[in-house]
C-alpha cells in the first residue's frame, strides 16, 4: 500500500500491541520524532545514515546523545564515514521477526513526516522480509556505525558560526567559518517599537487568540536577501485556482538553549509580484513559541511582553542559520549589557 499523507499516523500507529521492537533508518534522524517514538516503550535501533557527510547540528546531536544514554531501550547510531545511507526505512517487530515495514523517501524528522504529499512510503510485502532483513545487517554493522553517545565520535558534530559583529540593526551578518550566513530578525514593528497586539503579543489582539500566541515577522528586507525561499501551491489536474492548496512550509527548529521546536513559516507579503511567507510560528499551537520565549525572558505565562522587558534581556531580535534542509538554528540568547 503507498501512503502519501498523515505519515506521521501512519508511522505511529503502526505500533500494535505485539510489537516490542521499532527499526528507523533515515538520511537525516529528528530528535523530536525519536523523543516520540519512546513514548511506545520498544526497543528502537536508530540510524543517522547520512551524518557523516551533513554533520550532525550540535543541538540535535546533544538531545540524541542524552535520549541514548539516559534510555536502555534505545540505540542511535551515526553512519561512519564512506559509509553514507539515504535510505529511508521503518520497520516493526516482535519477538526478534519482523511484522511489518515500511520504505520510501520520507526522513523521519518534521519535516519528512508532516507534510502531506511531500514523501510516500510504501508497504514492503512479506516476501521481501528477508531481502530486507539482509539489508539491514549489513548497514548497521557495527564497523560501520557507531554509538551517538560514543566518547571518541569520527562524526562532524557541526556548531553555529559566532558572530562577527553584534550590532543590531544588521541584516545579513557574515559568520567567522566559511561564508555561512546569520540572518537577523527584529522582534519589533515596522515603526521599531515592540507592538501589543501582534508579533510576541499576537495574543493579547482579541478573545479569539490565546495569551501566549506568538509569532515572529520577517520583513521585506529580510526576504530579499534570499534567505527565505517563496511560496509554492500543490496544483493538480482539473482543480481549480481558487481552490489550490499552498505547501505548508515547516520548519526544524533548534534553539542555542538546545530547545527543539517544530516550526511553520506563513502568512502572505508581496515582494513585487511575487508570494513569501511574512512570519514564522509553532508548528502545532501558535502558544508553543510564546511560551517558549516569555519563558527565556523570565516573565510569567500569558504576561504582555514590554520594551523594557527585551531592553533588560539584552536582545530586540534573533539571529537565525540554516544548518539544513528546512532546518534552522535560532540564537536568543541573552546578552549581558
Known amino acids: ?54 554533520g550532525v547540528p550540535g543541538a540535535n546531536h546533544q538531545k540524541l546523545r542524552i535520549m541514548d544514554m539516559t534510555n536502555k531501550n534505545l540505540n542511535v547510531y551515526y553512519a561512519l564515514p564512506g559509509n553514507n545511507v539515504h ?67 569520527k562524526t562532524r558534530i557541526t556548531s553555529v558560526p559566532k558572530l562577527l559583529i553584534t550590532d543590531p540593526k544588521a541584516l545579513i551578518i557574515e559568520g567567522e567559518v566559511g561564508n555561512v550566513k ?25 478573545a479569539h487568540n490565546k495569551p501566549n500566541d506568538a509569532y515572529i515577522r520577517i520583513s521585506k528586507s529580510a526576504i530579499k536577501t534570499g534567505f527565505f525561499a517563496q511560496k509554492s501551491y500543490e496544483r493538480k489536474p482539473g482543480v481549480p485556482e481558487s481552490k489550490v492548496k499552498n505547501v505548508r512550509m515547516t520548519m526544524h527548529i533548534t534553539w542555542d538553549d538546545g530547545t527543539v521546536m517544530d516550526g511553520l513559516e506563513e502568512g502572505t507579503q508581496y515582494v513585487g509580484e511575487v508570494e513569501y511567507p511574512k512570519q514564522i510560528s509553532s508548528a502545532q499551537k501558535k502558544e508553543i513559541l510564546g511560551l517558549y520565549l516569555r ?18 534581556y539584552g536582545r530586540t531580535y534573533i539571529d537565525v542559520t540554516a544548518t539544513g534542509p528546512n532546518s534552522y538554528y535560532m540564537d536568543f540568547s541573552k546578552i549581558k549589557r
Not at 505519515?7 to 523523543?35: C, H, M, P, R, Y
Not at 530578525?185 to 499576537?202: H, Q, V
Not at 527565556?296 to 511582553?305: A, D, F, I, T
Open 87 to 153: 535510505s529511508k526505512i521503518y520497520v516493526w517487530k516482535s519477538r526478534g521477526v519482523i511484522k511489518k515495514a515500511l520504505i520510501g523517501s520520507a526522513n523521519f524528522t518534521y519535516q519528512g513526516i508532516s507534510t502531506d504529499y511531500r514523501e510516500s512510503l510504501q508497504t514492503v510485502e512479506q516476501a521481501d522480509f528477508n531481502k530486507l532483513k539482509e539489508y539491514l545487517d549489513e548497514i548497521l554493522n557495527p564497523s560501520k556505525i557507531e554509538r551517538c553517545s560514543s566518547k571518541n565520535l
Open 1 to 54: 500500500m503507498l501512503y502519501t499523507k498523515d505519515l506521521a499516523k501512519v508511522i505511529f500507529n503502526n505500533f500494535d500491541v505485539t510489537i516490542d521492537e521499532f527499526i528507523v533508518i533515515s538520511g537525516w534522524l529528528g530528535s523530536a520524532q525519536v523523543e516520540e517514538a519512546l513514548k511506545k516503550k520498544v526497543k528502537i535501533t536508530a540510524l543517522f545514515g547520512m551524518s557523516s557527510t551533513s
Open 295 to 312: 519563558k527565556r525572558l523570565g516573565l510569567k505565562s500569558g504576561q504582555k511582553v514590554t520594551m523594557g522587558d527585551l531592553e533588560k
Open 182 to 206: 546569520i540572518i537577523r530578525l527584529t522582534l519589533l514593528d515596522r515603526g521599531g517599537k515592540l507592538s501589543e497586539k501582534s508579533g510576541l503579543n499576537w495574543g493579547h489582539v482579541d
